[in-house]
């Protein structure tokens, strides 16, 4: 059987790992899976397994305070970012800890939730970097998968993670 060019090309960039296994080379760093965004970027979503109970009982940050930027359902390190830049103690503490970490967007808290719930555990409420409103901001139950949002002055707990960026791809290329 002759292999096809554009699907060799594609096997000799990357294999990744099934989700729920360590990243390669990073063994405390579990791999959730890709996320891709609207803007035809994509990148492999790591849940660091040495910083799973760093952050518990944190409130998201101050009600009544609108952060310009921490909307994105895709983008949690943007809306990590738009929160650091406002001055949000829960994003200063993310972004504190070692090698690039984020709070996750309501996408990524779904994909973490699909492929790794047995590891951040059932039960347990992690907030995202998504606001939905000056005095509300999303979170995800790690019971169900379900999202909802609550005062931000409320406790919930952290996860941070971590991204690696893949090489961009077309749309318009061969599907095989």
């Not at 096809?4 to 360590?22: C, E, K, N, V």
């Not at 409103?133 to 996860?159: I, M, N, P, R």
Request: aromatic content about 8%; some cysteine.
């Amino acid at each position: 059987m002759q292999t096809h060019p554009t699907q060799a090309a594609a096997s000799a960039l990357i294999t990744l790992p099934t989700p729920g296994q360590p990243w390669p080379g990073r063994p405390a760093e579990l791999y959730a899976g890709v996320v891709h965004a609207p803007t035809v970027q994509a990148w492999a979503l790591l849940l660091p397994t040495d910083l799973l109970r760093a952050l518990p009982d944190q409130p998201w940050g101050r009600t009544g305070q609108r952060i310009d930027g921490a909307d994105s359902v895709f983008d949690g390190h943007a809306n990590t970012q738009a929160m650091a830049a406002a001055g949000n103690p829960l994003a200063a503490a993310i972004q504190a800890l070692p090698g690039g970490c984020y709070l996750p967007s309501p996408l990524e808290a779904t994909l973490l939730f699909a492929t790794l719930s047995e590891r951040i555990g059932s039960g347990k409420v992690i907030w995202t970097s998504r606001q939905s409103s000056a005095s509300y901001a999303w979170y995800c139950y790690f019971t169900l998968g379900s999202q909802f949002h609550d005062l931000k002055s409320h406790e919930g707990s952290a996860v941070a993670v971590r991204r690696l960026m893949l090489q961009s791809f077309s749309a318009s290329a061969e599907v095989l």
